[in-house]
């Protein structure tokens, strides 16, 4: 069984992180399959400090194939979503060609900017995403072809990684003379 650990994370002074990923023939292949288990693996046990430890992961919530130099377009999620107050649910994603197919005009962006696994540097700044956003894509979770709709924080967390499998990093999108710049009507979230 694959293993992923952060010695396989591809970091962005590697050039490769820019190009644009395959889009992969379903159904799923055994390898492919395996890959995306793997990757759900890792960010499942990066948020588990023992685990973590053990295992030398770095605390994630999403992971793009890219990431771990398969240029293959597929992506894992794990988001705590608040449903209520005090009240959360884990969503679990393992996504393969996803496909934003609409979304806001409305921007949301995280008070503290972006992170990632691939960027040892820190980028300050907002980054602006969709607030609402409808993904189409295949799940491996489910085993089917899916349509479902996310906001905020998760949809904040899949654009960030579908970004990748566009050879795009989350710091291509802050403002390049004023990082912490917003319009009047863009959401931030705490």
């Known amino acids: 069984m694959l293993k992923l650990n952060n010695s396989h994370i591809v970091k962005d002074t590697d050039p490769r992180l820019r190009n644009k990923s395959e889009s992969v023939r ?10 995306l ?3 759900l693996t890792y960010v499942r046990n990066s948020t588990d400090p023992e685990l973590a430890e053990k295992e030398n ?26 449903v209520s107050e005090d009240r959360y649910v884990t969503r679990e994603f393992a996504l393969v060609n996803p496909k934003i197919i609409s979304h806001s005009e409305q921007r949301c962006m995280l008070s503290n900017g972006e992170a990632c696994l691939s960027v040892d540097d820190r980028h300050e700044g907002y980054v602006p995403r969709f607030a ?8 491996l979770l489910a ?13 904040i967390v899949l654009q960030h990684e579908i970004d990748h499998l566009n ?5 291509d999108h802050i403002h ?11 959401i931030v979230i705490e």
Not at 58 to 64: H, K, N, R, W
Not at 143 to 155: I, L
Not at 167 to 171: A, D, E, F, H, T
Not at 176 to 186: A, G, H, I, L, Q
Request: no cysteine.
């Open 143 to 155: 085993d089917k072809e899916v349509e479902f709709r996310v906001s905020g924080y998760t949809g």
């Open 132 to 139: 609402r956003l409808k993904i189409r894509a295949y799940d």
């Open 57 to 82: 992961l770095s605390p994630a919530v999403g992971l793009a194939a890219p990431q771990v130099g398969i240029f293959k377009r597929m992506l894992v999620a794990v988001v705590d979503e608040e």
């Open 37 to 39: 288990q793997a990757m």
């Open 176 to 186: 390049p003379t004023d990082p912490w710049t917003k319009n009047e009507k863009d």
């Open 26 to 35: 379903l159904p799923l292949s055994k390898d492919d399959r395996e890959i």
């Open 167 to 171: 050879g795009v990093l989350y710091y």
